[in-house]
């Protein structure tokens, strides 16, 4: 043995804080890996005797409909194709890799792989939508079941589970709302109210309804102003869209007192649940006197994030607005489930079909593996796991929470780096992206900023203590970065799949480049080999 | 409602476990989990348990239960299925399955272009190939489905031309019908533009007598929803241009190998749907919708989606990628960005790109051809079975067609029903729908369909029929 291989045995402890580096293929646009003549996949042949009877429809076509000259698509053979890709997902830092708190409002929880497995089920995969209704009894009776299961959450009479999303829910109930006030002659609501911790598809679905959109903004103590609620409560109120607790994570004790007073003045009133992961079993939609809520069932309700969808949305709506409910509804008469279209006040279609139902069958199989104790326990836990990360964030010199100094929060946290930014002048979006560089990362907030130097942290039920107390130990070594080396945050991150963008040719009509066609053209290579 | 030592820690939540749950209330100084709350009023928490059932707390007991659930559904495995209209039974590349269900894929969400490279650039090259098909150089990450595209790209054509009448083919599905009729409302109006009887096209007479200065945009589907490629297209385009109007066409991406590529006939803005580029049917599930346009800033910034788009790093010949013109966007600027953006339907659409990289340009053109091929066969097959009728047989169709059969002296309802006692899902009835072509069925063929599988739907209606 020699005396080096002394030193370096047993292995030492591990640093505090991670050697972490992603991958970093430096991977080629695809169109460079075209290789002329691979393949990836080989469509069937038509056999011959179908050949000989018809010959060639395509080459019948009229030329003003008929491609003369193929798709200029890349050509890989199918391992290229998957290694490709395969890198490329490697450039990517989700749920399964890191501690994903950073990502407040989304409620990054694990999605359970078990459902992602029923999920893909060929008695779901390969079924058809217009299929007759004794051969798809068991995916009616999975959406019928999670319906039963979200009015109970909620304490709302019906569901839709058709909306793609939630801001696709969020527009849905603007529409139902707009449905309502009409079936009652009532036309002179033009106007819908929201809060600007909302988040801003309350107030963007309201506007393309064609609604006038009023915003309120928060008190000294962080809630949304009541003052200001009853001067813009009046006879052309249609709705209030408000979230609660706020993307503060501030709950609003007031918020029966918000829903009466738009009421009193003729309006509905549409409970954003998007942050619904902390109120689990604790309170509902309809005990504060809402008409309509919706969830996101790829937050709280575990279908995992995908890069940004398939999500899915669903909207509860109390008896009265029911009949206003996107077509069909599942029906059960006791012996079988069957959908209804036959609904004359509907808002029609939102989307094609019922919903997005691989996360259908995702969010059901969820709850379903809780029940009422697991999903108060979700909840619980996921305050607990907040205010304790709260706790280990703000000993962090240079981090604060406004608002509600000194109390509780529920499911998330804002905070603000603004005392460490004027100290350094290291901004916010640069700590999250120097975090980037040990493994996690932290996206700063929706615009506007009405908190400065926004960071909006949101723990979940599934991250582990010592996740925690790794996540607040990176922060902390970034805020003391900051202060000692403000130019090694600032050109963050160093250890990602790439580096700082150049920003400006993405504003700029001359040189944006949505596709690679654009790009060449503009850049002047076309005809030029890479 | 918290764990005890004696029940088990549930696999989801790793401080259920009271020795740890204990020593962060210590650490925060909360004596329970209910101090947390103290902010929700009494009168506003439940006293109750929800009212759900009990817990399947095992895996083993989750599976038996849910995969007992979807066992009652029978598949499209199971029998034959000719059913289309919108949600399609094509082949999924086993690549396409394995790209989208790989967890660095599956679990990332909206992070920074750096820590989240791969989506972006994935992204990214899905708009390009996206783009060669349809000879457009912009191409947006998707929103939810073909219907909001359709939907949005109008409202697009509203802003851009500041006019309020979109007129829209009747050869349109009654469902996005609806969804564009509820998203227009209440600024746009539409109008119908009927489709010739002996051919399935769109009434060209009609467009140009309903255009007009109002028209903001006209709206074909091609093929259309009853299957029929529309072949007077440039007189179309050529028409609504020459009034101001834009040209709308939602597009089917898995017949343009075959079919032009709409921005050669004059499209402005082409939408559709992803579903056939590798998506399962999933029960209506697998939908995602793209947006096109020419790179003329007037279009762009009328986007609501996010577009991504290529740029330099600060390391020489880095590419990077991020968002183009962000400032559109309700994500920015909230009701004063175009309609809204938010999470929809991404993971499809790389999944689309991985279809259109193994498909490849021969690919796509073969994919194109060989439906054309077996639809018409089929068109042949079930024509000529006495009282069958192929309303628009002598049009063009890629993958899917109508027969009436009415002149059998049942309906299409009772076709369908003796056809699936047979194993086959033989088609949509449209009677109710379009009741003006009699008792129509919409058949759909594909690539997976064989010359059996379409033997054994004519022998069927046959019998059914006979």
């Given at each position: ?10 292995v030492a ?6 050697r972490y ?12 890996l ?11 042949e038509?056999?011959s005797?179908?050949r000989?009877?018809i010959?060639d ?5 009229p ?5 003369t ?12 194709v998957?290694?490709?890709y395969?890198r ?7 749920v399964?890799l ?10 990054m ?12 089920s060929p008695?779901l995969?390969d ?15 999975i ?14 009479d019906?569901?839709t ?6 801001s ?11 449905a309502y ?11 819908v109210i ?14 393309t309804a064609?609604?006038?959109v ?10 949304p102003?009541?003052?200001?609620l ?5 006879e ?16 609003n004790?007031?918020?029966?007192r918000?829903?009466?007073i738009?009421?009193?003045?003729g309006?509905l009133?549409a ?14 939609a ?13 937050k ?8 940004g969808?398939?999500?899915a ?10 009949p ?9 008469d ?11 006040s ?9 919903g997005?139902?691989?996360n ?5 199989a969820?709850?379903?593996s809780?029940?009422a104790?697991g ?5 619980e ?19 604060s ?8 929060r529920v ?5 603000s ?6 100290e ?22 929706h ?12 723990p979940?039920e ?9 996540y607040?130990?990176?922060?902390r070594?970034?805020a ?5 080396d ?12 790439v580096?700082r ?5 993405l504003?700029?009509?001359e ?5 690679w066609?654009a790009?060449r053209r503009?850049a002047g290579l076309?005809?030029?080999?890479r | 409602m918290?764990s005890?030592?004696d ?5 989801y ?23 947390l709350?103290?902010d929700?009023p009494?009168h ?7 009212d759900?059932?009990?817990?399947l ?9 849910v995969e007992g ?6 598949s499209?495995?199971e ?13 999924v ?7 989208n ?6 679990t990332?969400y909206a ?5 989240d490279?791969?989506?972006?650039q994935?992204?990214?090259?899905y708009?390009s ?9 912009v ?10 595209a359709?939907?949005?790209a109008?409202?697009m054509?509203a802003?851009i031309?500041?006019?309020?009448e ?5 050869a349109?599905?009654?469902d996005?019908?609806s ?8 600024e746009?109006?539409?109008?119908l ?18 255009v ?23 007189e ?7 009034a101001?109007?834009?040209v ?5 991406p898995?017949?343009l190998?075959?079919?032009?590529p709409p ?18 049917q999933l ?7 793209f947006?096109?346009?020419?790179d ?6 009328e ?5 991504f ?8 010949g ?11 966007t309700s994500?920015?600027?909230?009701e004063?960005?175009k ?10 659409g ?6 259109l ?23 042949g097959?079930?024509g000529?079975?006495?009282?069958v009728?192929v ?12 027969i ?10 009772t076709v ?5 006692e047979?194993g086959i899902l033989?088609?949509v009835?449209l ?6 072509l009699g ?11 064989t010359k ?12 059914v029929i006979?």
């Amino acid at each position: 043995m020699s005396g080096e291989d002394r030193r370096t045995w047993p292995v030492a402890a591990k640093p505090p804080i991670r050697r972490y580096h992603q991958a970093r293929w430096d991977e080629p646009v695809i169109f460079e890996l075209s290789q002329p003549g691979a393949r990836g996949v080989l469509p069937p042949e038509v056999e011959s005797e179908i050949r000989e009877a018809i010959g060639d429809p395509a080459a019948a076509l009229p030329p003003q409909v008929r491609r003369t000259d193929p798709p200029a698509l890349p050509e890989l053979a199918q391992l290229h194709v998957v290694r490709h890709y395969a890198r490329l997902s490697q450039e990517n830092l989700g749920v399964d890799l890191n501690i994903d708190v950073g990502q407040g409002t989304c409620t990054m929880k694990y999605s359970p792989k078990v459902n992602d497995q029923l999920a893909r089920s060929p008695k779901l995969a390969d079924l058809h939508p217009l299929q007759d209704a004794s051969t798809t009894q068991g995916i009616l009776e999975i959406m019928w079941r999670l319906e039963q299961l979200l009015k109970a959450i909620s304490g709302m009479d019906r569901f839709t589970l058709q909306p793609g999303a939630g801001s696709a829910a969020i527009y849905a109930n603007v529409a139902m709302i707009r449905a309502y006030h009409a079936s009652r002659g009532d036309e002179g609501r033009d106007e819908v109210i929201t809060t600007i911790f909302s988040h801003p598809s309350n107030a963007a679905c309201a506007k393309t309804a064609g609604y006038r959109v009023i915003t309120l903004y928060p008190d000294a103590d962080g809630y949304p102003d009541l003052e200001a609620l009853e001067a813009a409560a009046s006879e052309r109120t249609a709705a209030l869209l408000i979230t609660n607790p706020e993307d503060t994570g501030i709950f609003n004790p007031r918020i029966d007192r918000f829903v009466r007073i738009v009421h009193e003045a003729g309006g509905l009133c549409a409970y954003d649940q998007a942050n619904a992961n902390g109120i689990l079993g604790v309170t509902r939609a309809r005990d504060a006197g809402f008409d309509l809520c919706h969830f996101n069932l790829h937050k709280t309700f575990s279908t995992p994030h995908a890069c940004g969808g398939p999500a899915a949305g669903a909207c509860g709506v109390t008896e009265e607005l029911a009949p206003f409910l996107p077509v069909p509804t599942v029906e059960f008469d006791g012996s079988a489930y069957r959908l209804d279209h036959d609904r004359p006040s509907s808002i029609g279609k939102i989307r094609p079909w019922y919903g997005v139902a691989p996360n259908i069958v995702r969010a059901y199989a969820w709850i379903a593996s809780l029940g009422a104790e697991g999903l108060r326990e979700v909840a619980e836990t996921a305050v607990l796991n907040n205010n304790y990360l709260m706790h280990r964030v703000l000993q962090i010199p240079g981090v604060s929470a406004p608002y509600a100094e000194g109390r509780r929060r529920v499911e998330q946290v804002r905070y603000s780096w603004e005392r460490l930014s004027a100290e350094t002048g290291v901004r916010s979006e640069d700590l999250g992206l120097r975090a980037a560089d040990f493994g996690t990362h932290y996206w700063t907030s929706h615009h506007p900023w009405v908190v400065p130097e926004p960071m909006t942290l949101e723990p979940t039920e599934s991250y582990s203590m010592a996740d925690l107390d790794e996540y607040a130990a990176i922060l902390r070594h970034v805020a003391d970065e900051a202060r000692a080396d403000a130019d090694l945050v600032r050109s963050a991150p160093h250890a990602s799949a790439v580096h700082r963008n150049d920003h400006g040719p993405l504003d700029d009509p001359e040189r944006w480049a949505v596709t690679w066609r654009a790009y060449r053209r503009k850049a002047g290579l076309d005809g030029k080999a890479r | 409602m918290s764990s005890t030592d004696d029940t088990p820690v549930h696999p989801y939540i790793p401080n259920a476990a009271p020795a740890t749950r204990d020593a962060m209330l210590r650490a925060i100084g909360a004596s329970s989990v209910q101090d947390l709350y103290a902010d929700i009023p009494v009168h506003l928490r439940m006293t109750e348990p929800l009212d759900v059932p009990p817990a399947l707390r095992s895996e083993a007991e989750l599976v038996r239960h849910v995969e007992g659930l979807l066992s009652r559904n029978t598949s499209t495995r199971e029998v034959l299925s000719f059913l289309g209209a919108g949600c399609y039974p094509h082949h999924v590349p086993a690549v396409c399955d394995e790209v989208n269900s790989r967890a660095e894929f599956l679990t990332a969400y909206a992070g920074e272009p750096y820590e989240d490279h791969g989506r972006f650039q994935a992204l990214f090259e899905y708009a390009s190939m996206m783009g060669e098909l349809l000879e457009m150089d912009v191409v947006n990450v998707p929103t939810y489905d073909g219907f909001q595209a359709s939907a949005t790209a109008l409202r697009m054509a509203a802003r851009i031309t500041g006019r309020t009448e979109m007129l829209v083919t009747a050869a349109i599905g009654p469902d996005e019908l609806s969804k564009i009729r509820g998203y227009l409302a209440p600024e746009l109006a539409v109008e119908l533009l009927p489709f010739d009887p002996a051919t399935g096209e769109t009434d060209v007479d009609a467009l140009r007598s309903a255009v007009g200065e109002r028209t903001g945009a006209v709206l074909l589907k091609t093929p259309t929803f009853l299957g029929v490629v529309e072949t007077r297209v440039d007189e179309m385009a050529t028409i609504a241009h020459g009034a101001g109007a834009l040209v709308v066409a939602s597009v089917d991406p898995s017949t343009l190998g075959v079919l032009r590529p709409p921005a050669a006939w004059g499209v402005d803005i082409a939408c559709g749907d992803l579903q056939p580029l590798g998506m399962h049917q999933l029960y209506g599930g697998g939908h995602a919708g793209f947006i096109a346009t020419q790179d003329d800033p007037r279009l762009v910034m009328e986007f609501p989606s996010r577009l991504f788009g290529i740029t330099s790093t600060r390391v020489e010949g880095e590419y990077g990628f991020g968002d183009v013109a962000y400032e559109r966007t309700s994500f920015a600027v909230r009701e004063e960005g175009k309609e809204w953006v938010g999470t929809a339907a991404a993971l499809w659409g790389i999944t689309a790109g991985v279809y259109l990289a193994l498909m490849g340009p021969r690919g796509m053109v073969e994919l194109g051809e060989g439906m054309m091929a077996r639809t018409r066969y089929a068109i042949g097959r079930l024509g000529s079975i006495p009282g069958v009728r192929v309303p628009f047989a002598p049009s063009h169709h890629v993958k899917e067609f109508v027969i009436d059969v009415a002149g059998t002296g049942r309906s299409a309802a009772t076709v369908l029903s003796g056809l699936l006692e047979r194993g086959i899902l033989g088609g949509v009835d449209l009677s109710a729908s379009f009741p003006e072509l009699g008792q129509p069925v919409l058949v759909c063929v594909t690539e997976v369909h064989t010359k059996a599988d379409l033997d054994r739907l004519a022998e069927a209606l046959g019998e059914v029929i006979g």
